[in-house]
């Protein structure tokens, strides 16, 4: 029985640990977490709207004159265009979002450097000497 509590509470400071990676501390923030996963989720719907103007654009090169095969290759390219403005100016109200709201990380939220967290130092977060 002493074993089994014994690793249960293991167990918890490990778990504490993580919350403390997650929500603050020395680690990485929520804050920070939601906006690499949008950012990564916006990247890739901005490589998906390129590659659909792409698509537009061979679908009209090879329309041959036809004049509804063009227009569908036109439409195609104007709703891709239409989703990579979209993508573009969600990733920018997301991150002035959370870099206003969501604390920041100093001069790394391209601010003067005051308010919001300090910058964090680590392996992944190489600081200038």
Known sequence: ???????????SAEIGK???KVGGGDGLEVWDVAQIVINV???AIGIIAVGFVIFGGIKYAMSQGDAAKAKNARD????AVIGLIVAILAFVI???VVGAFGGGGGSESGGDGGGG???RTGPGNVQPT
């Open 18 to 20: 993580g919350v403390d």
């Open 76 to 79: 195609t390219i104007m709703y």
């Open 41 to 43: 989720a916006l990247w």
């Open 94 to 96: 997301v991150n002035f």
């Open 1 to 11: 029985m002493n074993r089994i509590l014994m690793v249960l509470a293991a167990g």
């Open 117 to 119: 967290s300090p910058p």
